[in-house]
């Protein structure tokens, strides 16, 4: 079944990117629907729901800049919002500005075709049902597609399994239970912390241990809100000024690690510690620009762990051996003083892998563990899963998993060849999972919506990168990246995560330049893009 006339603009996704696509393209007089595959708004907050979820950017910078009077009247009770806080944000947001009419819930995405004669998109819902539209903006989020990974025997374990990504919407009660959790990135941190102290004994499969700095998280300060607020765009145009597109409060220290004496070097990150959050990588200029000042930052917080586990063993197993901030780096409340609690246990499973699931529990170096209920905190197919698994077809019926089957080719992350009017938001290419999203997603909207208004000026159909700007392009992301330390180590940024996935660097380090990169782009008439 086909639905009603061509749309202008058909967004898949109803989290942030997509309630602001769907926003943006309504002011401007664009016809536009938003289908969600939830049940209702808030992506990726919408679900991961799991017990202690909370955002890592603090709740005044991961917001929206783009309406004044959304900015002053939301209140955030906590210096890092807490899943629950975020979603009814997102639920405000559709209310305030009038979007439920343009968002299908419970509307699943199969597959979308372009077609050339028409010069349309066909998006089809597992279902059936069709929509055309001039434009496709994926607003489906970098983060949006679980993964579970081949553990043998995981359908005949007796209990339930959760997965933090997919966490069911009724509370889960782990009281008296033995609980097995596997994962430690950002969400095993917060999940470990939060279960804990509800459930009788906890054993977390830990792969690679994860470095984790304290949020020092509490009731948001009536008083640092209230400045904020006297210049809030003020303040948000200082943080697009910061290589992360935010933390213009707290800027990077511009001194090198190297150069700075040993007990100056204590201090600072001493007073970093203190503070909490990412600030810590900002102690010293270089903590990811160079591996010698990395490892200095690493040495003090391996100190830490060292002071708060109580058991050396455990202590041992907690310290990461990588580069710190490598991995996104996670941001605790709690975290390695859980391992002192008796009902905590750490099992290594580098060391011993995880050879299959049981119906009791698991079986890991020759070993069995047992527990009642599991729970995969085991990360995503991260930037391009949840555009490959779609039928996504380009010009020529051309699969997008074909096209990215060696890694995901793109142009400043918006565009890609073969794909016309397509427009990726927050994907790899862009600055995405290196910022601020909510600053990501502003940029990429606004530049969106200023594209479809340049096309339709100029009379133009279609745009699309050519081929020479994507390699170019792709080739100038690894550049950029070689000048870090985030190629040291195997993350979900480099596709490492998932096996068989190509090894390609794929966020952009530095909102800053991107940001003018992309201005730059749209102000010479599209450079790089095939216009017609
Ligand atoms: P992450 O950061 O990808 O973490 C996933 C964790 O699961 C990580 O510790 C993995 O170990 C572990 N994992 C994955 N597969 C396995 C297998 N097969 N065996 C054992 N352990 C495994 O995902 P998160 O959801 O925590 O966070 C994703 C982002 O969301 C985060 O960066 C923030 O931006 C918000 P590994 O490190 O691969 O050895």
């Known amino acids: 079944m086909r639905r009603g006339a061509p749309l202008d603009v058909l967004i898949v996704g109803a989290g942030f990117a997509g309630l ?27 679900f991961n729901r799991y017990p202690g979820a909370r ?11 783009f309406d004044e009077a959304l900015q002053q009247d939301w209140r955030w009770t906590e210096r890092y919002a807490a899943q629950p806080e975020l979603r009814a944000y997102a639920e405000h947001v ?3 500005f009038g979007l439920r009419d343009g968002i299908r819930l419970g509307t699943r995405v199969a597959g979308a075709a372009w077609e050339e004669a028409r010069r349309r998109w066909t998006v089809r819902a597992e279902g059936g049902e069709t929509w055309e539209a001039r ?25 339930p399994v959760y997965h933090t990504a997919r966490w069911p919407e009724e509370a889960v009660d782990f009281g008296g239970r033995r609980v097995g959790l596997i994962g430690t990135g950002s969400s095993g941190v917060q999940a470990i912390t939060a279960i804990a102290p509800q459930c009788a004994e906890l054993t977390v499969f830990q792969r690679t241990p994860a470095w984790a700095v304290p949020a020092h998280n509490g009731p948001l300060d009536p008083a640092f809100e209230a400045r904020i607020k006297a210049d809030y765009a003020g303040f948000r145009a200082r943080n697009r000024q910061m290589q992360g597109g935010f933390g213009s409060e707290l800027p990077p220290n511009p001194v090198s690690a190297l150069e700075a004496g040993a007990a100056e070097r204590e201090a600072k990150f001493e007073e970093r510690w203190r503070t909490g959050g990412f600030s810590f990588l900002g102690a010293f200029r270089d903590i990811l620009l160079d591996e010698r000042a990395n490892a200095l930052a690493a040495e003090f ?34 975290y390695y003083a859980t391992y002192n609690r008796p009902n905590v246990g750490l099992v290594d499973v580098a060391e011993s892998p995880i050879e299959r699931i049981t119906g009791k529990g698991l079986v890991a170096g020759g070993r069995e563990y047992a527990f009642d209920a599991l729970v995969l905190a085991t990360g995503f197919d991260a930037m391009t899963g949840t555009l490959t698994r779609l039928d996504l077809r380009g010009r020529g019926g051309r699969a997008m998993r074909d096209k990215w089957a060696a890694g995901p080719l793109n142009y400043l992350g918006l565009l890609i060849e073969g794909f016309p009017n397509l427009f990726n938001v927050a994907g790899p290419g862009s600055t995405s999972a290196f910022t601020n999203v909510m600053v990501a ?24 990168a050519t081929e020479a700007a994507e390699a170019a392009w792709v080739e100038h992301v690894l550049a950029v990246a070689k000048r870090t330390v985030y190629l040291t180590c195997n993350s979900w940024y480099l596709g490492a995560n998932i096996p068989g996935k190509p090894r390609v660097f794929m966020p952009l380090f530095g909102f800053p330049a991107y940001a003018a990169k992309c201005a730059e782009v749209a102000a010479r008439g599209y450079e790089g893009c095939a216009l017609a």
């Open 55 to 65: 955002v890592d950017i603090q709740s005044m910078e991961y917001s929206f800049g």
């Open 135 to 159: 434009f496709l903006v994926m607003a489906s989020g970098p983060l949006s597609s679980p993964n579970t990974p081949v553990f043998p025997g995981l359908e005949g374990f007796d209990g």
């Open 94 to 96: 559709a209310d305030r």
């Open 20 to 46: 602001y696509m769907l926003h943006k393209a309504r002011r401007r007089g664009l016809s536009a629907l938003a289908l969600e595959a939830a049940a209702g708004v808030g992506g990726t907050w919408y």
């Open 441 to 464: 997603i502003e940029h990429h909207v606004d530049w969106i919506a200023d594209c479809i208004a340049f096309l339709d000026r100029a009379g133009k159909r279609t745009i699309e």
């Open 301 to 334: 917080v391996r100190g830490k762990i060292r002071s708060i586990v109580r058991d050396p063993e455990t202590a041992r197993r907690l310290q990461p051996r990588y580069a710190i901030g490598c991995k996104r780096l996670c941001v605790d409340t709690g």
